[in-house]
């Protein structure tokens, strides 16, 4: 019997930045590529393979690569942010196109999709995250050309079943697109599971720190529609500075670490919390009562992610007074980095928002277990 090859696994892909080493120096990270423009021969071609740092910049190279390499891609693009990415995705169907999208889903893309792209010509329809069967109904009906999914899916962490969304995609002739920036590829994989496209936010797990603003989509196949996202993002301009894909390389060198950091104190935060007489509902897919917990325990590996959500039982001023009482988390925004935050989701979200009034979302961070509990008893109590 021969040995096969044996290929390094994520966490070394991901340290290692694939083990690439940057030509001419043998630079063990590589270099910022700057320039916006390259040199023509006097053929007109263009000998280093490169135009203008609008279609492409080779400072991309390297995490784009190790994206689509963590996510079992065939390829990935960055781009300015996550909603960039998602936009491209949308902007390469042909007007009057239909799409199906959960009903919970991150707020900005819903709202996006209803109030942007809806009035220009997309026809979207929106499903129960969680039921199977309302998607096959729909999609059987609607017969669209893309199923977007986010799982666990913002504010509430409902799951959807990677596997069966794309069996009902393949059977009704459509795509399937994963938001999966609360998983990250450390723990969840849908290309694996039959998606076509993975849609993350770098901004948060895959960058980490909270200073980066970036998106990037990962697709199964080098097919026309992905041609297609590329010309989106050139012509459209969607692409993210190089400082920033730099620095998205050097975040992602840590995602394995910091992603079991913060699924460890997200569990021991459900944990611990779970029961509390102030709260009704701790929602996180790792806890055995959330309704996700069966399926999200089948397809997704190592962990369930950093995010969770409490909701008081003496409503919107009771999780307001909470949020502010907190010292340890920062009430802010965004998720996926190093610090904790917490934030009073629908008054972020706004009057259309369907966040519950009494929910609080949390992003645990990598600090001490104890010490998140500590903050959040406190603020509690
Ligand atoms: C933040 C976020 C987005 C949007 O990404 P930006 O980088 O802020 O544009 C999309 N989906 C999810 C789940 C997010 O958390």
């Not at 919970?104 to 893309?109: R, S």
């Not at 603003?213 to 297609?228: N, P, Q, R, Y």
């Not at 460890?264 to 709260?279: K, S, V």
């Amino acid at each position: 019997m021969e040995d096969k090859p044996k290929s390094p696994r994520r966490e070394t892909l991901a340290a290692q930045g694939l083990g690439r080493i940057a030509a001419p120096y043998r630079e063990i990270v590589p270099p910022i590529h700057v320039a916006t423009t390259y040199e023509r021969g006097p053929d007109g071609a263009y000998p280093g393979g490169r135009v203008y740092s609008r279609a492409d910049n080779p400072t991309y190279d390297t995490p784009e690569s190790l994206l689509a390499t963590l996510e079992g891609g065939r390829g990935a693009m960055l781009f300015a942010s996550g909603q960039a990415a998602s936009a491209a995705v949308f902007q390469s169907l042909l007007p009057g196109a239909v799409v199906l999208a959960p009903r919970n889903m991150y707020w900005a893309l819903r709202g996006w999709l209803v109030n942007f792209a809806s009035p220009r010509g997309l026809q979207v329809s929106f499903y129960e995250n969680a039921s199977v069967d309302d998607l096959a109904r729909l999609a059987r009906e609607r017969r669209p050309q893309l199923i977007w999914a986010e799982t666990p899916a913002n504010p509430t962490w409902e799951v959807t079943d990677i596997a069966q969304a794309a069996a009902i995609a393949r059977e009704t002739g459509a795509r399937l697109a994963v938001d999966s920036t609360s998983a990250t590829p450390m723990l969840q994989r849908p290309i694996e599971l039959g998606a076509h496209l993975v849609m993350h936010s770098a901004t948060k797990y895959l960058n980490g720190h909270s200073d980066v603003i970036a998106g990037a989509l990962v697709t199964a196949a080098e097919d026309d529609f992905w041609g297609t996202i590329r010309t989106a993002r050139s012509g459209g301009g969607a692409v993210p500075g190089p400082f920033e894909a730099w620095l998205l390389l050097r975040g992602m060198r840590t995602l394995a670490l910091r992603v079991a950091a913060s699924s460890a104190n997200a569990m021991a935060i459900a944990t611990r919390l779970e029961g509390h007489p102030q709260l009704s509902h701790v929602l996180y897919p790792g806890l055995p009562g959330h309704p996700g917990h069966t399926v999200a325990s089948r397809q997704m590996h190592g962990g369930f992610g950093g995010m969770l959500s409490l909701r008081l039982k003496e409503g919107e001023a009771a999780a307001r007074r909470f949020t502010n009482r907190l010292k340890l988390f920062k009430q802010a925004t965004s998720l996926g980095s190093v610090e904790s935050l917490a934030e009073h989701r629908a008054s972020v979200e706004g009057p259309a928002t369907l966040c519950p009034v009494d929910l609080v979302r949390l992003s645990a961070g990598i600090e001490h277990a104890d010490d998140l509990v500590d903050d959040l008893l406190e603020a509690l109590a």
